[in-house]
């Protein structure tokens, strides 16, 4: 490989992550500190939105399942701060969650946090959450959770309860006790009660089976995959520099050239970088031991010293060893395994040659850490995960670990495992003794296991590989299972199904599809028939490969280890693990005979997954990858969406768009060029996407289909036939680009909506959501258009032009539209919507809000359709039709918005005056005056006043009182001001004192640490004070904008008994004996620094050294500190007084050598002055 000039802090950016111990304690910290991907933004989302829907008689139960380290408490406590804080809700910056959290408006919910483990039985710790809730002590609530539940509810008022169940962080091991059953309970009685119950899934209830079955089938289970941990540290801890990329990319190919089983694909590895990828594989096991372990902490730890390094360094599994092995020594479950471990290292690594001892002492720590699994290790993953590697002879690196590896076996045969896989690869291994009587065990037990438990694992495997996948049954006489999809094509959603049929017992002649679904597939064994093709149904077949034994027994291992109550009980110390290391297996197992070896049979041709299938993380992306050009050939004239449509993006339209209400807004324009043009629905009319005219419209083909169904006689279609007529070849629309074209139909008045009780929707009501659910199908319009005599009075009613008669004379006309023109002009100058818009919604109430929103969206749709006349060239009729529209065609309506408008104007007249004299007023200082005063009184009375009802007192009323308030303060305050400047004599005190020598010492020392900041705060009080005493500034004009000076002269300032210069003096001389005292204290700090090692090249530091010591050893006042000195004290204590403060081993710090030919002289020197001192 080419010479790497770039260092690690070249690619990447190293961002801090502060490690939250108890999430907790401060609900705002836990919400900040929680960094969202994609997964767990629609996780949280679809919790919020289910939380929120929650009423009586219709409670919910969700479940969080995953490994240990991947977020699940901190995903619990942010979702469980989100609903019982509102205030934090502002502070979330996904887009998706923030947009949820508006749904909840400013609600509290009632939150009770259950932590396990802090009592015997999880209903005493239900109480304990509940009591504080319901204000009663906790002994005093009822043993039955039905009761228990009630009375929970029954102080919650309207919200319902949300209980949130985790395991309680100060724990020191897992809880002993399987609650699954009990949790069943809790959920099934709050569905029926109105409550919700969310939980975090730990490792001994995580299995979901066996005596835990209660939680599968009482709550809905959601996976947090590790792959969203990935996300995470590229995001958010080391964001990449995309122009070094190509960089990246070399350092990625060298690693697989070089280093035999670097397995990890480029993807993974850019992600993580300069993370290690085998530490995000060993990091569940540490966790599963220590608690306390942060990988998102440690990284970010482990980055900021990396930074320094050449770019192709990485952050390798013994840094996460050196970080945890305090902490794990102290685990009683490994403390065999250390003793095997240092005696390995005393007998075998301290006697290989030290060219060699730190790599025997690297494949160690491997050896140690990739025991935690249970399953061990083969030379070629030690060597590729610890970097052992030999660029010249790659293979050569291998046989040396192989050899140390065996050299470790044969000294402690007893203490370290050796098997052989499948594969025909050696496996190393420290024996965990209790783990071994475990195995046993197992092997025992798998003998009951059946092929539809191994079914059963395999579909649960999948079901949390997969978030969006979750089965359920058909029916009661097959073990045939459903699971939800979705397809992703041009832009639309393309619902289906996914049948898991391994038995072949769904009948060969499968049924159409449902209303609604555009496909569906099924999971078969490959030696089963194909299912036919029906009509326009695509047949697709699903065939994972064949199992082999060795994966038939891991799967029964699994099954036993979450199923088995006595394996469970008795194996309860070493149970988790076995459990994540066989979930991880099994995660392999499913990803080979479904997705690598598996194949994809359609209409009898089959096809091999896709990368991108292999690499998915969803269902549905699956789905996408391999389904795409199913739907190319059956609707090639589907159109091109940028975006996926969702009903969001439709009810916008619809009611904005098409109703003609705001179609300028920005949103609205984005959304009808990505969705509504494409169906050649709209059309850009200068830098203005406009709805087609309906001569356009009616050119569509989609639309003719529509209309070509509509005959004179029948008086409506069903909805349903127009999605079957417009869902076929070779259009094909979803259903949400149906709803698009009907709305562009409605909105040009050639169709209406019916409901199922018979009422109209027609353009009139589009502006106001319209529930599609109760629209039942479409007709032509019953109500004819406006006729000449009504379009003429709305003219003369918006234009003021009371002599019109007819369209029909030119002159007429063109009056009208001069008219309509100088209105738009008018309108235009007021500028009422952009002057709304720019005020924060701080400054205006519930009030003005209600009728600004409903009277400026009227008015500029009039505004709106007369510049459509007069720029493109719009019909006048059609124009005050809209217009007519906007108002119900009722002139009370336009009247009553007419004067809201009028009001909006108003208060917006005041708003500057309103603003300006606010913060004018939270800046004052009372004056004492009884005059000023009760004029500030009286217009802090107007602004309130102003604010709620402009009409009261009007904005020239309240400028008029602000300038008379404004006048007066700036006089009294000048008066006082001027009058309280002191004499010149206190001025040259402070000269003389900052020619001092104590004065230059005070400001050299005060920047060290150590030094006290309650004298460096109060000496830069007492100069600011001396100093302004001599103020430059212009009162008066200072005066007209704030209500101070800016020498800060207060109007409340107390008399000074004590001159400020003494004072000051005093303050100084406390300040630098104060810190000879911390010196003298410290000195120990001052003689490890120099034993540590120092820059020899700075004499000034040398010297310093030298000085210092001999100072510090005597019983002598501390002199005045020279430079040198101050050198040396802020590298003592800018390093090792953190270090004791922290609890960081000192001698971690990465020691510099020295050049120089005196340091030998230099450190025998000191040394010298040390041992004096001891």
């Known amino acids: ?23 907790g304690v401060d609900p705002a910290q836990t919400v900040s500190g929680y960094h969202f991907t994609d997964v767990t933004s629609d996780l949280m989302s679809k919790w919020l939105n289910r939380a929120s829907r929650i009423k009586d008689g219709n409670g919910a139960a969700n479940a969080l399942a995953g490994f240990r380290g991947v977020g699940k408490s901190h995903f619990l406590a942010a979702f469980g701060a989100l609903l019982g804080h509102p205030e934090l809700r502002s502070r979330i910056s996904d887009p998706l969650v923030s947009s949820t959290t508006h749904a909840l408006a400013r609600r509290q919910f009632p939150v009770a946090f259950i932590r396990r483990g802090t009592s015997d039985t999880l209903i005493a710790e239900l109480k304990d959450a509940i009591s504080p809730i319901v204000g009663i002590e906790p002994i005093k609530l009822s043993d039955s959770l039905t009761e228990l539940l009630m009375q929970g509810t029954s102080g919650t008022g309207d919200l319902p309860l949300i209980l949130l169940i985790d395991t309680a962080f100060e724990r020191n091991e897992r809880v002993s006790r399987d609650d699954g059953m009990v949790l069943g309970e809790i959920a099934e009685i709050a569905k029926r009660l109105g409550v919700f119950v969310g939980i975090a899934l730990d490792d001994d209830i995580a299995g979901a089976d066996g005596v835990n079955s209660g939680i599968s089938k009482s709550f ?31 350092i990625y190919d060298y690693y697989r050239e070089v280093v035999p089983g670097f397995r990890w694909s480029e993807q993974r590895f850019s992600s993580l970088y300069p993370l290690h990828p085998a530490i995000m594989e060993i990091a569940p096991f540490v966790r599963l031991y220590l608690h306390e372990f942060a990988l998102l902490g440690f990284a970010s730890e482990a980055g900021a010293r990396i930074m320094g390094r050449p770019a192709n360094s990485l952050i390798a599994p013994d840094e996460v060893f050196d970080s945890v092995e305090k902490g794990l020594r102290q685990i009683d479950a490994l403390r065999d395994a250390f003793v095997t471990f240092d005696k390995l290292n005393d007998a075998v690594v301290a006697k290989t040659p030290v060219m060699k001892r730190l790599q025997a002492k690297l494949i160690l720590k491997g050896l140690f850490l990739f025991s935690l699994n249970d399953d061990g290790a083969t030379a070629e993953e030690i060597g590729a995960s610890m970097l052992i590697f030999d660029e010249h002879s790659p293979q050569s690196a291998v046989h ?19 098997t052989t896989d499948n594969s025909g690869e050696t496996r190393f291994a420290l024996r965990l003794f209790d783990k071994d009587d475990l195995k046993i065990a197992m092997e025992e037990a798998i003998g009951g296991v059946s092929e539809q438990d191994i079914a059963d694992a395999l579909k649960k495997v999948m079901c949390d590989r997969f978030a969006d996948c979750s089965f359920s049954a058909v029916g009661n006489e097959t073990s045939v299972d459903v699971t939800e999809s979705a397809v992703i094509w041009r832009g639309g959603s393309r619902k289906g199904r996914i049948y898991w049929d391994l038995n072949a017992e769904m009948d060969a002649n499968v049924s159409r599809l449902p209303e609604g679904y555009d496909w569906q597939a099924r999971i078969c064994p490959g030696k089963e028939t194909l299912v036919a093709s029906t009509g326009d149904d695509t047949s697709i077949v699903w065939k994972p490969a064949e199992l082999r034994d060795d994966e038939k027994d891991t799967l029964k291992r699994l099954s036993v280890l979450q199923s088995d109550a006595t394996i469970r009980s008795e194996f309860k110390d070493h149970i988790a693990a076995a459990v994540q290391t066989h979930s991880v297996a099994a995660e392999k197992i499913f990803q080979r005979i479904f997705l690598v070896d598996g194949v994809l049979a359609i209409d009898g041709f089959e096809y091999n997954f896709t990368n991108e299938a292999r690499e998915a993380q969803s269902l549905s992306q699956v789905a996408t990858s391999m389904l795409e050009a199913v739907f190319e050939g059956r609707f090639p004239s589907h159109p091109y969406f940028s975006q996926v449509i969702r009903m969001k993006e439709v009810s916008s339209l619809v009611s904005d768009f098409f109703s003609g209400a705001r179609p300028t807004l920005d949103e609205v324009q984005w959304q009808a060029a990505t969705y509504a043009q494409p169906l050649g629905l709209a059309e850009k009319l200068g830098e203005i996407y406009s709805p087609v005219s309906i001569d356009q419209l009616g050119e569509l083909r989609l639309v003719h289909n529509i209309l070509s169904t509509l005959s004179d006689n029948a008086e409506s279609i069903p909805l349903e036939s127009v999605f079957v007529k417009l869902g076929e070849a070779p259009y094909g629309l979803v259903r949400e680009a149906v709803y698009l074209v009907l709305a562009a139909m409605a909105g040009a008045r050639m169709i209406e909506f019916v409901t199922a009780s018979g009422d109209r929707i027609n353009r009139r009501s589009m502006d106001l959501k319209i529930i599609w659910d109760d629209v039942v199908a479409v007709a032509r319009p019953s109500v004819a258009t406006y006729p000449n005599a009504r379009l003429i009075w709305w003219a003369s009613k918006i234009a003021g032009h009371k002599k019109i008669r007819s369209f029909e004379q030119s002159e007429d006309r063109l009056a009208i539209l001069a008219d309509l023109q100088e209105w ?10 952009k002057r709304f818009d720019e005020i924060s919604d701080d400054r205006f109430n519930a009030k003005i809000w209600r009728l600004a929103t409903i009277s400026l969206r009227s008015f500029s749709v009039v505004a709106d359709s007369i510049n459509s006349v007069l720029v493109n060239g719009k019909s006048l009729e059609s124009c005050l039709e809209q217009i007519a529209d906007v108002f119900s065609d009722s002139e009370t309506e336009f009247d009553r918005r007419k004067d809201d408008l009028m009001t909006v104007d108003e208060f917006l007249a005041g708003a500057a005056a309103r603003s300006e004299a606010s913060a004018y007023l939270s800046l004052c200082e009372y004056t004492g005056d009884a005059a000023v005063d009760q004029l500030r009184l009286k217009l802090q009375q107007a602004i309130e006043a102003n604010f709620f009802d402009s009409k009261t007192t009007t904005s020239e009323n309240l400028t008029v009182l602000w300038n008379r308030f404004r006048r007066s303060y700036a006089e009294l305050f000048t008066e006082r001001h001027d009058s309280s400047m002191s004499d010149r004599n206190e001025r040259e005190k402070l000269s003389e004192i900052m020619a001092t020598d104590i004065w230059q010492e005070f400001n050299s020392v005060s920047t060290l640490p150590g030094f006290d900041l309650k004298f460096t705060l109060n000496a830069k009080r007492i100069v600011g004070e001396l100093q302004r005493k001599e103020c430059e500034y212009n009162v008066g004009e200072m005066l007209d904008h704030h209500p101070f000076c ?17 004072k000051l003096w005093s303050e100084i001389n406390a300040g630098v004996r104060d810190f000879r005292t911390v010196l003298r204290s410290r000195k120990e700090l001052i003689f490890e620094t120099i034993s540590g090692g120092i820059d020899m090249n700075d004499a000034e530091l040398v010297e310093g050294a030298k000085h210092l010591s001999s100072v510090l050893r005597s019983d002598e006042p501390i002199p005045r500190l020279t430079n040198g000195d101050l050198k040396l004290i802020k590298l003592a204590f800018g390093e090792k007084f953190t270090e004791r403060i922290t609890g960081v081993d000192p001698t971690n710090r990465i020691k510099t050598d020295s050049r120089s030919p005196e340091w030998d002289a230099t450190v025998d020197e000191i040394e010298s002055l040390l041992e004096s001192v001891a």
Request: net charge negative; hydrophobic share 40%; proline share 2%.
């Open 1 to 23: 490989m080419k010479r790497i000039e770039e260092k690690v802090k070249d690619i990447v950016e190293v961002r801090s992550h502060g490690s939250i111990v108890n999430f």
């Open 220 to 250: 809905a289970i959601d996976y947090l995959d590790q792959e969203h941990l990935y996300k995470i540290v590229d995001s958010h801890i080391f964001p990449k520099h995309s122009r070094m990329r190509s960089v990246l990319h070399d």
């Open 1046 to 1062: 800016g020498c800060s002269f207060s109007l409340f300032e107390p008399e000074m008994t004590k001159s400020l210069s003494d």
């Open 400 to 418: 040396e670990v192989q050899a140390m590896l065996t050299a470790f076996a044969d000294s402690a045969a007893s203490h370290v495992q050796v």
């Open 824 to 833: 738009v002009a008018g309108w235009d100058k007021k500028n009422i919507s």
